[in-house]
């Protein structure tokens, strides 16, 4: 008789006893387990022989749980692997996918470890969908209110997904009745359930399922649901005393200088205004509920902290139409012709190089007005000793397609780093400026190492604020031997640099062949 294969399990944890009881463990169960100490070692056995599953710790030396789990996560040969997280306390890890992945604290009985790892295996594995729908309806019969309370008298678990009559879908999880999180478009935990709260048309579908999410809403059902609707009532009274979504804010403080002990709310909003000054744009990018971002904002220009400028209309830097739908369908068509290995039709990939952190920062200030733009804040706002690494920006095409802006420190041996992250890639930018021209090698170095993976278009971008003279481009087109096509664009001093770049960019994928 043949025998059965054995699962293999990755186990990356860096305390011996530890790793002695896990492996022990699992071993009794007829797992097959291959241990990592730190996360250069993790990533090495992962990459090269794929286990079932990974069994992480958060805090691994060398390279932390959370930005190797980035790591395999965007590698092709890695991307399906379903991870168990285990920590002390509960920790928000991005891009954490909901019906793959598990978090786990401790402490937590054995048992209850051997059932996660079997529901991580099983849904990592090719599945068909668990279940029919259960409940379907309309929210115009149906409140979502009085539906959540339903699902949570009746202790349901699984999926509520609601959709707006203009499609703009929101998911709520739903375990033991009681609300884990809830989602619509970029935003999550409360302010996406206020949000979905407010919704009075549309249809909702509740698929049930297990559930295996750490749980980010922190108050129960019934709280929530209370919270949410007095938020809303609160805003309705009080919505005419907020600042117009079409005024500009200003900061009268310098945000270095803050004292600390402050709301986490008043740190985010300030770090928000250098990127989104548009009260719009800032309420739809900070994390808190909207009622509580407006009161916020209303008590910083009470204090003069914040300056409200108005204005009667929204001033776009760019047109809507700076990436035509058209446009946006060729270099869709473009990139899936070109490139087979892609993992995702829907997602293209742009590393950012700089000599500096700053100058990635003020990279994307200038892009900050290019439609459908969006910083990501949580990398961006860390204050770390270790250079950027991650997503710092997307831009959303028309079609779905998003373009994915990820920064990539220039410094040497990035090779294995650089070919975990370059699937999808479409695009290299390369910024630097006179004070840091003394680490142009290792930006040089940088992009023949990336170009060896995949040749993609370069961009060049000058971050000096001093006027871009000939003979700067000169001397800069000679020191990175650039080819007559390619332009060095300035970063300051003229408002269509950026919107230049991209359209770049775009031609560049949509008229030239781009081999493996």
């Not at 860390?382 to 990539?408: A, Q």
Request: hydrophobic share 40%.
């Amino acid at each position: 008789m043949k025998q059965r294969k054995k699962e293999k399990i990755l186990l990356a944890l860096s305390e011996k006893e530890d790793i002695e009881s896990f492996s022990g463990f699992l071993r009794e169960r007829d797992f097959d387990v291959v241990v990592a100490t730190d996360g250069a070692r993790a990533m090495d056995r992962a990459i090269s022989e794929p286990p079932s599953l990974v069994i992480i710790e958060l805090r691994l030396p060398v390279i932390d749980g959370e930005k190797l789990f980035q790591i395999l996560k965007n590698n092709p040969n890695t991307s399906k692997i379903p991870f168990l997280f285990i920590s002390d306390t509960h920790q928000e890890i991005r891009g954490f996918r909901t019906g793959t992945d598990i978090f786990l604290t401790k402490p937590f009985q054995w048992e209850e470890l051997y059932e996660s790892i079997r529901q991580a295996i099983t849904f990592g594995r090719e599945r068909t969908s668990i279940g029919d729908k259960e409940i379907q309806g309309n929210l115009s019969q149906m409140s979502l209110v009085d539906l959540l309370q339903v699902l949570h008298f009746n202790k349901k678990e699984g999926e509520l997904v609601v959709t707006s009559p203009e499609g703009e879908s929101g998911i709520i999880y739903i375990k033991d009745g009681q609300l884990y999180n809830a989602i619509l478009g970029e935003i999550e935990k409360e302010k996406a359930l206020f949000r979905l709260i407010t919704w009075k048309d549309g249809t909702f579908e509740f698929r049930p399922k297990p559930v295996n999410i750490p749980q980010r809403l922190g108050s129960t059902t019934g709280n929530l649901i209370m919270e949410g609707v007095r938020q809303i009532d609160e805003f309705e009274k009080a919505k005419h005393l907020f600042p117009h979504r079409d005024s500009l804010l200003k900061t009268r403080v310098n945000t270095a200088t803050l004292p600390k002990g402050l709301k986490p709310i008043i740190y985010e909003i300030l770090f928000l205004v250098e990127y989104y000054p548009r009260v719009g744009d800032l309420v739809d990018h900070c994390s808190f509920p909207d009622y509580e971002v407006y009161t916020t904002l209303m008590s910083l220009i009470n204090r003069r902290i914040l300056v409200e400028v108005k204005r009667i209309k929204e001033e776009r830097e760019f047109s809507e139409e700076f990436v035509s739908p058209t446009l946006a369908i060729r270099i869709k068509e473009k990139v899936i012709n070109r490139w087979s290995d892609m993992l995702s039709v829907n997602s293209g990939k742009v590393f950012v190089v700089a000599t500096s952190d700053v100058l990635v920062k003020e990279f994307l200030l200038a892009c900050k007005n290019l439609p459908d733009f969006h910083i990501n804040k949580i990398l961006l706002s860390t204050n770390g000793e270790e250079p950027l690494l991650g997503d710092v920006g997307e831009l959303r095409l028309y079609g779905g397609m998003d373009i994915v802006l990820f920064s990539i420190p220039p410094v040497r041996n990035m090779m294995p780093l650089i070919k975990a992250f370059s699937n999808n890639l479409i695009g290299l930018v390369m910024l630097w400026d006179e004070q840091t021209e003394e680490k142009i090698a290792h930006l040089m170095e940088t992009r023949k190492e990336i170009l060896s993976t995949r040749s993609v278009p370069v961009l060049y971008v000058y971050g000096d604020k001093k006027p871009l003279k000939s003979s700067t481009i000169l001397k800069y087109r000679t020191l990175f031997n650039m080819a007559e096509d390619e332009v060095v664009f300035p970063l300051y001093g003229k408002k269509t640099s950026v919107h230049r770049l991209f359209k770049t960019l775009f031609d560049s994928l949509t008229r030239k062949d781009y081999t493996q």
